[in-house]
């Protein structure tokens, strides 16, 4: 019951999350902080009801797997583009969601990546944008993530 919760109360904030990032292209500090403190509650239950600290271990690990690669990305992207390639809020969202996820957080971004090399197509023929053009990759990140928590905790 209580993964239900967990699962059903994060999906919901990420459904806001790539709502607000579809339209205004930036990913609130305030729905990415609730995300990460849900995930942090909820490894500390975990924590609690296997009397050991793997969870809290599991969140660190999950957080470093899946924002440390963004990260990296964006900083050599910056340092050769010398402009900014990954939104900060992406990479802040994709921490929060490696704590939710443990070490099952370094499936997003490669899988948030296939979702978009396969919808972009779509979406450049739909809304005209150039190659140039920033797009919102919260909503990749969200269904990435929402797919991860269900298989996760089912």
Not at 89 to 108: M, N, P, R, S
Request: net charge positive.
């Amino acid at each position: 019951m209580g993964a239900l919760v967990f699962v059903g109360s994060v999906s919901c904030l990420l459904v806001v999350l790539s709502y607000h990032d579809s339209k205004e292209r930036r990913l609130p500090n305030s729905l990415v902080a609730a995300v990460f403190i849900l995930g942090c509650l909820w490894m500390a239950w975990c924590c609690v009801q296997e009397n050991s600290t793997r969870p809290l271990v599991s969140a660190g690990l999950g957080l470093l797997l899946a924002a440390g690669p963004a990260a990296c990305i964006e900083f050599g992207y910056r340092a050769i583009r010398k402009q900014s390639g990954i939104g900060a809020g992406d990479i802040k969202l994709l921490a929060a969601l490696g704590v939710c996820l443990g070490t099952q957080g370094f499936w997003i971004l490669p899988l948030a990546s296939i979702l978009f090399l396969l919808s972009w197509p779509l979406v450049y023929a739909a809304k005209k944008w150039r190659i140039q053009t920033k797009f919102p990759f919260g909503p990749y990140l969200a269904c990435s993530a929402c797919v991860l928590l269900v298989l996760q905790y089912k």
